[in-house]
């Protein structure tokens, strides 16, 4: 499989079963409004099943998470941030789930794990949040926010390309909200 990620779509299930996606990354004929209109129209409460991602040639991944994916910059895979929510007790085991201090993890087109990012801030740790990012050569970058748990807020982004799991080798940037 040599396709690259060209959209981020996430799959949602209603109180009644009927299902519903919607498209995180990757299309932006609809506004946000608009895009979540069929999650909006399930009925409640709604749970998020699945992350998908689709190819440059049409075809479809379904990863075994949960949570919101992000396009990596040369779109070989996806770069995904693992809440600390509680998990329901229904929430399925099939579920890759990584916890604190390294939760975050880059996965392949082909929706294999790449690997586990080595949290910079150690073993009290905790990734935040993914940033988007302009980088100085003018490409759009990712990265995320790492910091002591026991912090309050944090403003040390590190970019992430899919090449490393070790980010301790890096200046973070400094990116405040």
């Not at 693992?82 to 789930?97: E, I």
């Not at 935040?128 to 910091?147: F, I, K, P």
């Not at 026991?150 to 890096?170: A, F, K």
């Amino acid at each position: 499989m040599n396709g690259l990620v060209s959209k981020v779509i996430g799959l949602w299930q209603g109180a009644d079963g009927q299902l519903a996606e919607v498209v995180y990354e990757g299309d932006d004929s609809q506004g946000g409004i608009e895009r979540w209109r069929a999650v909006d129209s399930l009925k409640a409460p709604c749970i998020r099943l699945r992350t998908r991602i689709e190819l440059n040639d049409g075809r479809r991944v379904t990863l075994a998470i949960d949570e919101i994916a992000h396009i990596l910059p040369d779109r070989t895979g996806v770069l995904v941030l693992f809440s600390n929510r509680r998990r329901p007790l229904d929430a399925s085991d099939d579920l890759v789930h990584f916890a604190l201090p390294d939760n975050a993890a880059v996965f392949n087109a082909d929706g294999s794990l790449r690997f586990r990012l080595k949290n910079p801030a150690g073993k009290d740790g905790d990734f935040r949040a993914v940033v988007s990012l302009s980088l100085a050569d003018g490409t759009r970058g990712v990265g995320v926010r790492a910091c002591p748990k026991d912090w309050p807020s944090c403003e040390d982004v590190y970019v992430v390309d899919g090449s490393t799991d070790d980010l301790s080798r890096q200046i973070p940037r400094w990116v405040r909200d």
